[in-house]
């Protein structure tokens, strides 16, 4: 077939807008309706689930979404595929079977599984599978396909390779499809969402529509939205998603590895853009899994210090808390959140968050938290808490490896019962390091600058993978990149962004998109489950840079690029 393949995504997490699914199916025509519902941290919250109860390990909200749209998806012909498996994909399967017939649908079921590996000491372990078991599934007729641990895109690629009868040779067309389904993946954040000049948005940001993505024959794609909708779909609110969570140029897939520099992007229309150009080369014959393991329990408290002294009074409680319980474990944050002369307590204050990280859960539990409250009368002047006491929760702590493709059994579970095994790729290549950019910041002649927030020219994306972040920078105009490029530095980076210094920093650019990508390694330590930082997917780092005050060229534009629509 000819005509482009409708995708459309109602969910990007487990918490999603939940009348999603329904606002998608009535807002125009579709081919495919998606819902993305797996992070790393979902891992582990459907890894406690499924402790307390071994027939649960899938995304609960999904039936509930999907008990209001079902018969409209069946009676149009649109088909769902969603990774809301989990670590229980036919434990879903049957469960949507039981809805169906509760409503009095029949609706064909395929699901996909061969993700979960056996690791004994491992609370989760799912290799990313690829996207020809949805495929499988769909070929064989499949309404509902679900999945457990695929790559987010593959659940666009699936059926793009069930439409256009896509093999494994087809690495360009591959690549196109999976750089659509990357920037449909997190639903509204391709249509505005989170996007750094929000303001600009015809509606102010304040209820973009979910994206589609019509895939055509060749892999390349538009990118747009129902009409109606808010939000928009622009040539800067699609390189803001491209950004999103990747690394190096060598975007590393379990069906191919895509070259994220060879993506050229135009407008087609008004909340329309073109997505062509992308190339791709044969997968890595490994796997990425994901680990999950419960690493003990924490706690927090934190203390307002007001007006004069704070650094003393912060180290006035930290050496009390370390005299009750211990430094085993313990962490002190001082948030300055305080203003001089200012004229009410809370301008006035600075925050102090005390966490305890412990194996035993009596320490981190109650034994801490009392010791803190027990400071309300005995420690600095003008002593308050924030928090009550209250007893630990325990934490994941999220690490990746790597498994050969062919030790993976990737089976796609017919609509029929028939199981398929999905073999490996057959031509897989050695991944070599990608190459980074380090350019020399002695080259620019001089010229006029004045002070202004970096977010004044520049737009930028960031997010987690594991315990490390990544942090998309890029150009509004072509004259700010020819500055941008040269000077952005990771050594400019760290002055700006102080906590990257330690850190291990690699610097990649994406010309094509006038953008400047950083990988910071280590940052979020062991995952989002185990952080205590303030922001613990690194998801405002991209905003607190745009905010930092340093020297601009004069001569740069302030706006957007002119968007011809032809």
């Known amino acids: ?13 487990y918490g999603d807008r939940s009348i999603a699914w329904r606002e998608m199916l009535d807002g125009g025509d579709l081919d495919v309706l998606t819902g993305d519902y797996l992070a790393e941290l979902t891992m582990l919250i459907l890894g406690r689930d499924r402790l307390r109860d071994p027939g649960l390990g899938y995304a609960k909200t999904f039936l509930r979404q999907l008990e209001g749209c079902l018969g409209t998806a069946l009676e149009r012909g649109v088909r769902i595929v969603t990774n809301a498996g989990g670590l229980n994909p036919a434990g879903l399967a049957a469960a949507i079977g039981t809805l169906a017939g509760r409503l009095g649908l029949t609706a064909r079921i395929g699901y996909v599984e061969g993700d979960a590996l056996a690791r004994p000491d491992a609370l989760t372990a799912n290799a990313y599978l690829g996207a020809f078991g949805i495929a499988a599934c769909l070929d064989a007729g499949a309404d509902v396909v679900v999945t457990g641990r695929v790559t987010d895109a593959s659940l666009a690629v699936g059926p793009a390779i069930a439409r256009f009868g896509w093999g494994r040779g087809d690495l360009d067309a591959l690549a196109g499809a999976t750089v659509a389904g990357h920037l449909i993946e997190c639903g509204a954040q391709v249509t505005g969402g989170n996007f750094s000049f929000f303001t600009e948005l015809p509606d102010g940001g304040h209820r973009p529509g979910f994206p589609i993505a019509e895939i055509h024959p060749d892999g390349s794609s538009v990118i747009t939205k129902h009409p109606g909708t808010g939000g928009a779909v622009t040539v800067e609110t699609v390189t803001a998603q491209l950004l999103y969570e990747v690394g ?8 191919v ?3 994220l520099d060879t993506i050229a992007l135009g407008v087609d229309g008004p909340d329309r853009v073109r997505v062509t150009g992308v190339r791709g080369s044969p997968p890595p014959d490994t796997l990425k899994v994901g680990v999950n393991n419960l690493g003990g329990f924490r706690n927090s408290m934190t203390f307002v210090l007001c007006g004069l002294d704070i650094p003393a009074k912060a180290a006035l409680v930290r050496g009390q808390i370390e005299a009750a319980v211990g430094t085993d474990g313990l962490e002190c944050v001082l948030a300055r959140t305080d203003h001089p002369d200012a004229g009410d307590t809370e301008a006035a204050s600075a925050l102090l968050h005390v966490h305890l990280r412990d194996g035993d859960k009596g320490r981190a539990g109650r034994a801490f938290s009392a010791a803190a409250v027990e400071l309300a009368l005995a420690s600095y002047p003008g002593c308050t808490l924030t928090t009550l006491p209250g007893d630990a929760a325990p934490y994941g702590v999220f690490t990746a490896d790597a498994v050969p493709q062919d030790a993976v059994a990737h089976v796609a579970v017919l609509p029929s019962g028939e199981r398929v095994r999905i073999a490996a790729p057959a031509v897989a290549a050695v991944q070599r390091p990608p190459v980074q950019r380090h350019p020399s910041t002695g080259g620019s002649p001089p010229q006029p600058t004045r002070r202004g927030a970096l977010g004044e020219l520049v737009g930028a994306r960031s997010g987690d993978k594991g315990g490390d972040a990544n942090l998309g920078v890029w150009a509004r105009t072509d004259a700010t ?3 941008l490029r040269g000077w952005l530095t990771v050594e400019r980076l760290a002055g700006l962004l102080p906590e990257t210094a330690p850190l291990t920093v690699e610097r990649y650019e994406l010309p094509n998109l006038r953008a400047v990508n950083f990988v910071l390694r280590g940052l979020l330590g062991q995952g989002v489950a ?10 405002a780092l991209g ?3 745009r905010s930092r005050v340093v020297d601009l060229p004069t001569g740069l534009a302030t706006g957007p690029a002119r968007e011809v629509v032809p």
């Not at 077939?1 to 997490?13: C, D, E, H, K, Y």
């Not at 140029?249 to 069906?255: N, R």
């Open 1 to 13: 077939m000819t005509a482009p393949l409708r995708v459309g995504n109602a969910s990007g997490f």
């Open 530 to 539: 185990a952080s205590t930082r303030f922001d613990p997917q690194a998801k």
């Open 257 to 259: 590895v895509t070259r």
């Open 248 to 255: 190096g140029p060598a975007y590393l897939g379990p069906d």
């Open 543 to 545: 905003e607190l840079l």
């Open 481 to 483: 990149w020819a500055w």
